[in-house]
């Protein structure tokens, strides 16, 4: 090639090129081959091409030209390619691939032609110094072939160009996240995102790419880059045993990720943490975490620093999922097999992400395996689970399956207790994925969901409730530096109460709740350079909310019908966000995003007296709205800036600020989120909540990143927190403005993470000092609480401790333990009786004045993997764990009795006793 190049230049010295005059050119042709187009050119004009074969093989073109010019039809047809071409005299073309044909060579060309001496300010074409590649002792000694990328441009103004691609596994296809970019000899280097993709900026010409990462094996890459193009990597895994790695992450993402406040969760790596009941939990490894609680053992709803439970946006590839809990917290809704990673932001949160206060869950579902057929299976005391991934078409085209059911009803129905024998509690859920890389540019993957509960706490009530949701993504790659996906997705959430006592009953009823939300979502990712990573796009969401219905069983039934009218409302957003890297020690994430919430008709709003309680004797109007009018809108800007500065190599300081609106609530007066709590859209009485947070943390890694040490501290201000008045019943209410409060709230604290990512012993510790507050101080006594003055919140937790640590003895044994401790969460206690009226009544101290005992238990689990031959069909996995090994009779709450004109405490609990379990896991 290199003798082509100096061939021409030595012909057109000496014959004077100078381009002929053109033919005009007349012709049609769809999907056709280059090389069927550059033949037909040959054969109908007097056109003459030179080239090598292979360099036109590939996609098939389309074309329709009218009396043009050869030069506009050779400029539309490689257009996309990497070809050039240069006219010689006697209507000869030569194409080249990547590189420019010069005639003549600039002035000074034998003193400044080093790749690294070009000056990257150009004033015109005479300065354009061409690519020429040297096989240099370096690069002749690797064994990858040479890869040319991109196409030079004889007009260029630069001397970079952007090189993007992604990285899978050779064996299933699956992307691989957190590998390392490295170009030698320049210092430049980046990693894949949790997608597999990667991009980076780098001098045009001549470079050796090195790329390694934890289990896979590394590989050297020798390219020139002509002009901006793509490398894709499919890499082998690496066969070394490496010690276990629980939470992992990029390398050194936890120092150079410029968001704080950001925790990443390996769902495949989780399995040896001992559970309750053996099942692989995401959510409760997330709650062993700095800033993730819950209110109690057992209990559904997740707290992020100081948030309620509705305050986390829980998302399953886009789609939300309002319940993310199997029987009332015990399970996670989500599927570990089928998961590939978790993102969680409690820090600054994302500008694309909106409508929720305290965190985004990011869950994603992992691609099926598009190569060969595979799966992964377990066997439990109460659970069982199976996931295939079915290739479609080779290499291109997945689906995967995996569904998840429990047979306590089985178990149930074989117990001789007949009030055992007639109860029911199960589960089950079931996800199926299908993706298709249907070329170079376009991908589209599609998910459905789908989970249903059922139980019953007395033989005449049945309780059920379900998730469903589906998600569509299309992913088009515009050109190097621009990507954009465009997202649909549905989410729906219900729950049913059936009470039916027998066919001679007269009180038999069916309750129904319903909330289904719509979203159509543009994302854009545009890379300006080294310095700017822009992301932006729009979003908008539609709402539906059916607050409740009470349907008689029966003809003869005396239940009254009761349907509280349909609400309905709409939500949208545009965002920007620019990752900025300042200098090598200083960067900044700007993000900005303007929400909009309408609520509209068709409603009756009803008009309460300005500064007054609102109440029947407070109403003073009720105003109608058709359908689709608009009742009330809110909205407003909403910030999302976070910095990093690098103290040293190895760490840095982040600073952040975010602010946030949540336009949905829920209704509940529950301690902990519950299966029958209802979602109440804002409107002309309720207003939406809105948070400020400030952050600060040192972040730093010792040893070569085997330890890792975080220390972050948070303030957070609430408005408009929703919360309900004594005594209040909030199911089925047409006015629940009267029976809810709106104020203000607070939390703040410290965050501490310490992890040991690799060798025998691994693991972390994790503490957090942490208080939540809430206030409400209206302007009458009924709409204060603790006379106006700050309180607890329910899961106001100030110490909040986990350790977990894993120990292994050798390739297939190891020892897991796990050990929580927390401070009671806040309780209001009776405290005397009065009389009023000849009635008894039971006096209260103030709201959450007091706590119930601390929380602490110890769980350990013994780990047996099975032989590491390669040829075999399926790799097995045993896990015996004993859960609350110490026998804690931890208090979930405490509640009082009254028996013979005394009262009386109690305390409940949920496992009193150590929990044995054993599962039995495999995956072929």
Known sequence: MKALVILCILLGSFFGFSQTQENQITMSFENWSLKEVVSHIQKTTDYSFFYVNEWLSGDSVSGNFDSVSINEVLGQLFKDTDINYYMMEGQRIILTRGNVIYDKLPEDFFVTSKIDSIVPEIEDDKDILPILHKEDDELAQKTNQLVRIGKESKGRLKQSATLTG??????????????????????????????????????????????????????????????????????????????????????????????????????KEIKKIPLV????????????LPGISTAGEGASGYNVRGGRADQNLILLDHAVLYNPSHFFGLFSAVNPFTSSNV???????????????????????????????????????????????IPVVEEKASFLIGGRATYSKWILRSLKEEDLRNNEASFFDIIAKYNHKLD????????????????NITRDSLYSYSNQSFSIEWSHKFNNKTKGEFILANSNYSFNIDFDVDAASVNDFKLKYRIN????????KYLHNDSHNFDYGISGKLYNVEPGSIEPLA??????????????????????????KINKKLSVNLGLRYSMFAALGESIQRIYEEGMPRNETTLINTEAFDKNEIIKTYGGPEARISTRYFITPNTSIKAGYNSTYQYV???????????????????????????????????????????????EGYYKKFDNILDYKTGADLLLDEAVETRVLQ??????????????????????????????????????????????????????????????????????????????????????????????????????????????????????????????????????????????????????????????????????????????????????
């Open 665 to 711: 609530h829920t209704l509940s007066n529950n301690t902990t989120a519950s299966p029958t709590d209802t979602w109440k859209l804002s409107d002309i009485n309720i207003k939406p909540q809105r948070a400020d947070q400030f952050t600060l943390g040192l972040h730093k890694n010792l040893n070569e990143n085997e330890y890792e040490l975080s220390l």
């Open 277 to 288: 009941l053996g099942e692989r939990d995401i959510f409760k490894v997330a709650t062993t």
């Open 440 to 455: 170079e540019k376009n991908s589209i993957s599609a998910m459905g969901y789908y989970s249903d509960d059922a139980f």
């Open 743 to 924: 104020g203000q709230g607070k939390s703040y604290g410290v965050e501490l993470l310490a992890k040991k990512n690799n060798g025998k012993l691994n693991g972390w510790l994790g503490y957090t000092y942490s208080r939540s507050q809430i206030k409400f101080d209206g302007a009458t006594e009924e709409e204060r609480v603790n006379n106006g003055a700050y309180l607890p919140s329910n899961f106001d937790k100030p110490h909040d401790l986990s350790l977990v640590a894993n120990y292994k003895f050798s390739k297939r044994f190891s020892l897991s333990t796990n050990f929580v401790y927390q401070t009671g969460r806040p309780v209001t206690y009776p405290v005397g009786n009065y009389l009023y009226e000849g009635k008894e009544y039971t006096f209260y101290t103030d709201r959450n004045k007091f706590r119930i005992p601390d929380y602490y238990r110890l769980d350990v689990s013994f780990n047996v993997e099975g032989n590491h031959k390669i040829k075999k069909f399926a790799h097995s996995f045993w896990n015996i764990s004993i859960y609350n090994v110490l026998g804690r009779n931890n208090p979930y709450s405490v509640f009082f009795v009254t028996e013979n004109g005394q009262i009386r405490a109690y305390k409940s609990s949920i496992f009193s006793i150590p929990i044995p379990t054993i599962t039995y896991n495999f995956k072929f």
């Open 517 to 524: 939300e719509t979203l159509l979502k543009l994302k854009m």
């Open 166 to 267: 992604s990285a899978v596994n050779s064996i299933n296809g699956q992307p691989i996240p957190d590998l390392a970019i490295l170009v030698q000899g320049t210092g430049k280097g980046t990693t894949t995102n949790a997608q597999g993709y990667y991009t980076i900026d780098l001098p045009l010409g001549p470079h050796m790419i090195e790329v390694s990462g934890l289990g896979i094996q590394g590989e050297l890459q020798k390219i020139i880059l002509y002009g901006d193009g793509n490398l894709d990597f499919e890499l082998d895994e690496s066969f070394e045993m490496l010690d276990e790695v629980v939470v992992k992450g990029n390398r050194n993402d936890n120092i150079e990720r410029t968001i704080g406040g950001v925790l990443q969760i390996e769902v």
């Open 555 to 580: 003809s003869e039934t005396v239940v009254p019908s009761v349907f509280i009218p349909e609400e309905r409302g709409v939500e949208a957003a545009i965002f920007i966000s620019d990752d900025f």
């Open 343 to 389: 993102d969680v932001y409690k820090g600054n949160i994302p500008a694309e992400f909106g409508g929720r206060l305290s965190s985004v869950f990011d869950i994603k579902t992992k691609d099926g395996n598009p190569k060969k057929f595979s799966g992964e299976a377990s066997i439990g005391p109460v659970t069982g689970n199976l996931t295939l991934e």
